[in-house]
């Protein structure tokens, strides 16, 4: 080894040592001055640049201008502070290394992101220390026992349960006397598989009739394929539950063979910003948490977007409601199990709410279903591109699948 | 005697660089810890890569599979058995119905790495070149994909979540060194000096009656072993794996690594991994805000800018890599005759 190579070695050594050695001392974080009330510390892992990062951020946007309203109130009995720390587009050993970083730091509760796959690595710390782990949006029945076992009872979403959604959507089609439907599946997530599962079950307890069942998965490029056979399959509506490139793909190619049969989309279908001018979107529905277009029904509602914006918050979808009311939830479980903050006591009374009010809507959990039903959508239809209310519904079943 | 003199000091500055690591995450914040942890995870996957594209000087992209089927193993085999009836449930029964322990799920997935890559190396060894870098990116593909969609063995496009955290600082450590001393036997045995030489000159060897296609097979083959190996270390530490995790990203941060540090030595594979992952994990956490005698906030996203750039900026200075190429020596303490120069790097 040559004099310049040694000391190349060394200097990378020294670099890296120097590195991790700041790394080690650098990090810690502070704590602020105790208050009379008390002080609940919220520790929320969020993407915020990556996939994830237009649900978590609004969601967490939100749930910071709630907490500042309860922590405003007089005669309240607690007061939260939300510490964050950003998984940098979910990776593995950050989002962990995130989660022990909150916990380090005195988090009462951990938040985590808006899926479940990617929320793993912060759910798993969380729970293995006792504490409650809470997503704002996950909207699969995995945040609970069903992924984590049985320390999963402390895992909960305030996202709207695939199952439920489904359900909501098919009585919703039932409603409008739409008795025949196409569905598509996109295969990629569970929550798109569900959801339609879902509408295809209640749709079937109503009296409606499965005309034709096509799928497609993202990043297949067979979404054509599925559009092509539906176009040939007549119902009153054309069912499916996705987002992404597909979402376009799918409406716009209907559109384009001059099919204008209704198209009935989930939450993964909201918002505008994937439209275009040429076909213009028409015909075209989905069920969501909130209205973001200035007509949502609920003038509290209304006024936290209106708080959102003005914050310089991006509010591309209802789902920052989640943020919210999952705020509301935790605030709740905490005046019911006494103040305490044992992930044990809150979880169990969390499995309890039935119809408990929150921004916007009442929601429900159960001892096996940790993820909100009950949830009351608003409808919305798009056409020529802009979007508003047309109705609101709430599912009366939740079906149980496979 | 002067011979093995030099073979213990070239294997002491990796071994001691990774124990002063280890210890080291003993005394951090278990937030910190896991950057330590992680890197010594990547100094044996690195490590792992190194055995064979170091030695044979042939350019994989699919030793990452091996990572990835090693800790699938490993996951999956570990799982608690009321659990996994529970959430893997689709699993063929042989792996829903039995579970074993840390040591064994490490051994499990050195032996399924090094089994996989022993099949798949039978007709990729005989390429070489470009051919062989792109069939080895076929295999990461396939790999890739057979892991995401077939739920018989494994969880399908979802997250393994439950693995035991069995990767501590001893395991990490140790997994890390049995990675060096192993590539460490090889490169001096007559195996790895065959290799080498037909990497240097395929057509030289070949003549002095090296068979190269074998001696590709045996480096390919154990270098899955240590992948698995080292894909099960990284599964117990995480608590969790998805198929995403183990594809292009860490295909090409870790050959990063390998590259950065000095792609035709086993001290560069230990000091690229180490490097890189120090460098990450502090620019990761200056993207949060990190007191360095004042606070650095780095905006988000520039991480991997700056990784990106400090790489290349390496790389012009240094084409062979930071050790350029050479492995560990003591100043001073040199073999007398004349010295060996460090390889180029393969084309």
């Known amino acids: 080894m040559t004099r310049t190579t040694r000391w190349g070695a060394l200097g990378a050594l ?17 704590f602020a001055a105790p208050t009379a009330k008390k002080k609940v510390i919220i520790g929320w892992a969020f993407d915020s640049s990556g996939n994830m990062a237009p649900f978590d951020n609004p969601a967490l946007a939100a749930a910071r201008i709630r907490i500042k309203q309860i922590n405003a109130e007089k005669n309240g009995t607690v007061t939260f502070e939300i510490k964050t720390c950003d998984t940098q587009q979910n990776d593995g050993a950050k989002a962990k290394a995130c989660a022990l970083s909150l916990l380090d730091a005195g988090a009462n509760i951990i938040f985590t992101t808006c899926d479940v796959d990617y929320a793993t690595p912060v759910v798993t710390e969380a729970i293995n220390r006792g504490k409650l782990a809470i997503a704002p949006c996950i909207g699969t029945d995995q945040m609970g026992p069903k992924r984590f076992g049985a320390k999963g009872k402390l895992a909960f979403s305030f996202g709207n349960v695939a199952q439920d959604e489904g359900s909501a959507m098919a009585q919703y089609a039932w409603s409008r006397g739409w008795k025949t439907a196409n569905t598509a599946t996109n295969t990629l997530l569970v929550y798109f598989k569900n959801v339609v599962q879902a509408f295809e079950k209640r749709f079937k307890q109503l009296g409606g009739k499965i005309v034709s069942r096509e799928s497609y998965a993202t990043g297949q490029s067979n979404v054509g394929t599925a559009v092509t056979h539906l176009n040939s399959s007549k119902a009153a509506v054309n069912v499916t539950s996705t987002a992404f490139g597909e979402l376009p793909a799918f409406v716009n190619g209907l559109r384009s063979l001059h099919n204008n049969t209704p198209i009935l989309n989930s939450w993964a279908g909201d918002g505008t910003y994937w439209t275009t001018n040429n076909p213009k979107v028409t015909n075209y529905y989905f069920v969501t948490y909130a209205s973001v277009f200035g007509d949502d029904p609920d003038k509290a509602v209304r006024k936290m977007i209106a708080d959102l914006k003005k914050a310089g918050a991006q509010v591309g979808t209802g789902g920052f409601l989640g943020g919210v009311d999952a705020i509301d939830g935790v605030y709740i479980a905490i005046k019911r199990a006494h103040g305490s903050l044992n992930g044990t006591a809150l979880a169990n009374q969390l499995v309890k709410f039935k119809h ?3 921004l916007g809507s ?10 909100v039903f009950g949830r009351q959508y608003r409808v919305l239809k798009i056409q020529d591109n802009k979007a508003k209310v047309v109705g609101k519904v709430t599912a009366k079943v939740v079906p149980k699948l496979p | 005697m002067r011979r093995y003199v030099e073979g213990a000091v070239q294997l002491l500055g990796p071994v001691a660089l990774v124990v002063v690591v280890g210890i080291l995450s003993t005394t951090v914040s278990s937030a910190n810890r896991i950057y330590f942890l992680n890197a010594l995870v990547s100094v044996a996957m690195v490590v792992a890569i190194y055995v064979f594209v170091g030695n044979s000087g042939v350019l994989s992209f699919g030793q990452i599979s091996f990572v990835a089927v090693g800790a699938f193993a490993a996951g999956v085999m570990t799982v608690p058995l009321d659990s996994k009836k529970g959430v893997l449930t689709e699993l063929f029964p042989l792996l829903r119905d039995h579970s074993i322990g840390n040591i064994p799920s490490l051994l499990l997935a050195a032996g399924i790495g090094g089994l996989f890559a022993l099949v798949v190396g039978l007709p990729l060894m005989r390429l070489s070149g470009l051919a062989a870098g792109i069939a080895t990116f076929a295999l990461l593909e396939i790999t890739h994909n057979i892991l995401q969609q077939w739920t018989k063995i494994g969880p399908g496009a979802t997250t393994l979540s439950l693995v035991p955290q069995t990767t501590g600082a001893w395991q990490a450590t140790l997994g890390a060194l049995v990675a060096i001393a ?13 290799l080498r030489a037909s990497r240097e000159d395929p057509a030289a060897a070949q003549g002095i009656g090296v068979d190269v296609h074998r001696q590709r097979l045996w480096a390919f083959t154990f270098s899955g072993a240590l992948a698995g190996f080292a894909g099960a270390l990284s599964v117990h530490l995480l608590g969790s794996i998805t198929t995403d995790q183990v594809y292009l990203e860490l295909t090409f941060l870790t050959l990063a690594m390998l590259v950065f540090g000095g792609l035709t030595s086993l001290w560069g594979a230990v000091v690229g991994a180490l490097a890189i992952s120090g460098l990450d994990s502090f620019l990761g956490q200056a993207e949060q805000g990190v007191h360095i005698g004042f606070k650095l906030d780095l905006p988000t996203g520039s991480r991997l800018v700056f990784l990106a750039a400090i790489m290349a900026l390496v790389l012009i ?3 062979s890599g930071l050790t350029g190429g050479g492995e560990f020596r003591i100043p001073g303490l040199r073999r007398a005759g004349p010295r060996e120069e460090a390889p180029a790097p393969p084309a």
């Open chain 1, 14 to 30: 020294l670099a890296g040592a120097a590195a991790l050695a700041v790394l080690a001392v650098g990090t810690s974080g502070g």
């Open chain 1, 356 to 358: 408990v009010p929150v």
């Open chain 1, 362 to 371: 009442r929601i429900s959990f159960s001892p096996t279903q940790h993820t």
């Open chain 2, 182 to 194: 192993g590539a460490f036997a090889y490169q001096r045995s007559r195996l790895g000096r065959q």
């Open chain 2, 317 to 319: 200075l240094r084409p």
